[in-house]
């Protein structure tokens, strides 16, 4: 089991700044980072209903769907991506891709 990860900041991107209603609207965010003393990690968060749109679009494009990092939340708001999260570092970020770019 990975050890739970006490320290780490969650960054969303500056431009969510007064779309948040757009945002959770649309059920996408990409660009969403957090850093912790050892890795950063950039995710996109969907909500369901655009996950099933998004993968629908990708089998009629290429027949298949890969996501990493990949994040679904009920809505995709700052609240609701804080508590996933939140559950994630007490997983360690475990199943996550760190950004090999940020380092």
Same mark, same amino acid.
């Given at each position: 089991?990975?050890?739970?990860?006490?320290?780490?900041?969650?960054?969303?991107?500056?431009?969510?700044?007064?779309?948040?209603?757009?945002?959770?609207?649309?059920?996408? @965010?990409?660009?969403? =980072?957090?850093?912790?003393?050892?890795? *950063?990690?950039? @995710?996109?968060?969907? #909500?369901?209903? =655009?996950? *099933?749109? #998004?993968?629908?679009?990708?089998? *009629?494009?290429?027949?298949?769907?890969?996501?990493?990092?990949?994040?679904?939340?009920?809505?995709?708001?700052?609240?609701?991506?804080?508590?996933?999260? %939140? #559950? @994630?570092?007490?997983?360690?970020?475990?199943? @996550?891709?760190?950004?090999?770019?940020? %380092?």
């Amino acid at each position: 089991m990975t050890d739970p990860v006490s320290h780490y900041r969650l960054e969303f991107p500056e431009y969510l700044a007064g779309y948040e209603f757009e945002t959770e609207a649309k059920g996408y @965010l990409p660009g969403v =980072r957090i850093s912790t003393e050892e890795a *950063t990690f950039e @995710l996109t968060v969907h #909500d369901p209903m =655009r996950l *099933t749109q #998004d993968i629908a679009a990708e089998f *009629t494009v290429s027949g298949y769907a890969t996501f990493s990092n990949l994040l679904v939340v009920p809505k995709v708001t700052r609240d609701e991506v804080a508590r996933a999260v %939140r #559950d @994630l570092a007490k997983a360690g970020f475990r199943g @996550l891709r760190p950004d090999v770019q940020a %380092r």
